[in-house]
């Protein structure tokens, strides 16, 4: 190898170094852009961010290549392919979620491409029905059986290709987790106005209390049930304090911001969560055991959960304009 292949090796290497810190950068104005703008103010905010915005770039990196597809959706595939058929009850609810879906028709005029990549989410339900097992020669009759059922389906982040789609999904779970800590830091500060207004209200009470106890109207009034009530409201202003202690920064300042954010990006696993789920089902939907699954094909989605929130399934589909403006 040259001096000059050498060369052009080196500005090339610089070159992607260059555009690598480049997207870091832009992707850490959209995850202050989208928890707190004000994160801005704080001195060498971008710095202290690109540890933390790697961190999770590789978390949701994992999370969207999980996803399985892109498979073809279209009505006719139901009796065809065997993710299509366990996902939806019949042809029809395909034709009906493919034609009235609205953003997917937009897409398709502003775009004026064919087919298009999106991701299809629906909730999973498992319910107990009962049934014949065959083992061998031996039929059994009334068994419990898992049946698996799949509904509220939508299609959303539609792109031009699968690469934009998955794109798009990136960007998703990093607006959910930048969408916590705004969410985070308002609960906190919320929490905390409360507590205050709750602390001076009694704090007032508790004043008034002691000016009645040093006035006429302490001499003619019960001095113990006066002192318990005056005990009572000093130790809850204790506890209002103690509270307000232990309340993480979340007073709406830009420091209380970015520690917040900071804390969010170190541990995504804690806010957004993905893993493959594996079922061998047959045609009536039935998980299969290992012993009699062998005629029963095994179908492959993502679990995406945002913890306490949603749990849903996903795959990638590629869907037809002509699919979707067909009438049934």
């Not at 319910?127 to 097992?133: A, I, P």
């Not at 207004?197 to 040093?214: H, P």
């Amino acid at each position: 190898m040259g001096i000059l292949d050498t060369w052009n090796q080196y500005r090339e290497a610089k070159k992607n170094q260059r555009q690598k810190e480049s997207d870091l950068i832009d992707l850490i104005e959209r995850m202050v852009q989208d928890s707190d703008p004000s994160i801005r103010k704080v001195a060498g905010y971008r710095d202290q961010l690109k540890q933390p915005v790697e961190n999770a770039l590789g978390h949701i990196e994992s999370l969207i290549s999980s996803i399985p597809g892109p498979f073809r959706l279209f009505a006719e595939a139901w009796d065809k392919d065997p993710l299509v058929h366990a996902l939806f009850v019949n042809p029809g609810e395909i034709r009906s979620l493919l034609q009235n879906h609205a953003d997917l028709q937009s897409f398709f005029q502003k775009s004026g491409v064919k087919t298009a990549v999106a991701l299809l989410s629906a909730t999973k339900k498992e319910r107990t029905v009962f049934g014949t097992d065959q083992q061998g020669e031996i039929v059994r009759r009334d068994v419990p059986q898992l049946a698996v059922e799949f509904y509220d389906h939508r299609v959303v982040a539609p792109g031009v290709d699968e690469a934009e789609n998955r794109r798009e999904l990136f960007h998703r779970g990093l607006y959910v987790l930048a969408a916590h800590t705004l969410e985070e830091i308002l609960r906190i500060h919320s929490i905390r106005e409360e507590l205050t207004e709750e602390r001076r209200m009694l704090a007032v009470k508790l004043k008034i209390q002691y000016s009645r106890q040093r006035g006429l109207e302490g001499l003619l009034s019960d001095s113990g049930a006066s002192a318990a009530g005056a005990k009572q409201a000093q130790e809850l202003l204790e506890e209002i304090d103690n509270q307000l202690t232990e309340l993480e920064p979340g007073s709406g300042k830009p420091e209380d911001f970015l520690r917040k954010l900071e804390k969010v990006l170190l541990d995504p696993g804690n806010f957004l969560t993905g893993k493959p789920i594996r079922m061998r089902l047959n045609w009536m939907g039935v998980k299969q055991s290992e012993e009699s699954a062998e005629n029963a094909p095994e179908v492959t989605l993502a679990e995406l959960e945002i913890p306490g929130k949603v749990k849903r399934v996903a795959a990638l589909v590629a869907v037809s304009a002509e699919e979707c403006a067909a009438v049934a």
